[in-house]
């Protein structure tokens, strides 16, 4: 693979080379689970972002909505055509890929209603799981108060956020009004992914879905501001066959 391997990250390579293994072992490709499960990662929605990437990258191919339909371009290219391809194709994710920042997901946060915090420091994903994305797609070029979080739940479908998305965090302590936020509410120990909004007397947490109501919490200083979204990394859906 040392011919296409150029431009990758450590991640991308390893995924390339469990692909090939296991495809070679077995006669057909793994799953989404299999494939994190060899990269020490938990989250099958940064797995699917991973393997969007190669395939926009031109080394895999997959039907969207098929499961385990992954195949491997091979590494010896002898269509001219296709070599020429795949070259235009690496070459022009080169840079990007060189710019790559690393943003840990921190965890899961609930879009619907309310769930208690975690007893300890979000144990779902291990230490090591990040998101890899390229600096210019990001909306600052500072970055060390960026995390992410993968959203349970289907209360900010109408913002386009769904079951198993990834959202990219900015710390913040504060929000205005209209602004998608992760709070934290002490008097509950629960969290939630809301718009934020303050009224007279109150704050409103109001969600993207005309069949769920607005969260109201009277005691501000009961609510806890951790971060404002400013990117989705969205997740697609397949279906086994």
């Known amino acids: 693979m040392a011919r296409r391997s150029q ?7 390893k995924i390339m080379e469990f ?5 070679n072992t077995n006669g057909y490709s793994p799953s989404i689970r299999q494939i994190g499960d060899s990269i020490n990662v938990k ?40 070599k020429e391809k795949v070259a235009d194709a690496v070459q022009n994710v080169s840079a990007t890929l060189s710019d790559l920042v690393s943003i840990p997901l921190a965890g899961r946060i609930v879009a619907s209603a309310p769930i208690p915090m975690p007893t300890s420091d979000l ?10 994305i390229a600096r210019s797609l990001l909306p600052a070029r500072e970055t060390n108060d960026l995390f992410a979080l993968e959203v349970s739940g289907d209360s900010m479908v109408d913002a386009m956020i ?14 205005n009004n209209g602004e998608m936020v992760a709070v934290w509410l002490d ?6 992914l809301k718009y934020f909004y303050k009224e007279a007397n109150r704050i409103r947490l109001q969600p993207a879905n005309p069949n769920m109501g607005p969260i109201y919490v009277d005691n501000p200083k009961s609510l806890r501001i951790m971060g404002r979204v400013v990117m989705v990394i969205r997740q697609v859906k397949s279906i086994a066959v």
């Open 7 to 13: 431009g990758l990250s450590e991640r991308h390579r």
């Open 19 to 23: 692909l090939i293994k296991f495809q």
């Open 43 to 82: 989250s099958t929605s940064l797995v699917d972002y991973y393997l969007n990437q190669l395939q926009q990258m031109g080394f895999i191919d997959r039907e969207d909505r098929i499961s385990r339909s992954i195949r491997v371009l091979t590494p010896v290219i002898d269509s001219p055509s296709l």
């Open 123 to 132: 144990p779902y994903f291990d230490s090591e799981s990040s998101v890899d």
């Open 162 to 175: 769904n079951d198993g998305d990834i959202v990219i965090m900015k710390q913040v302590k504060s929000a």
């Open 187 to 192: 008097d509950r120990d629960e969290t939630t």
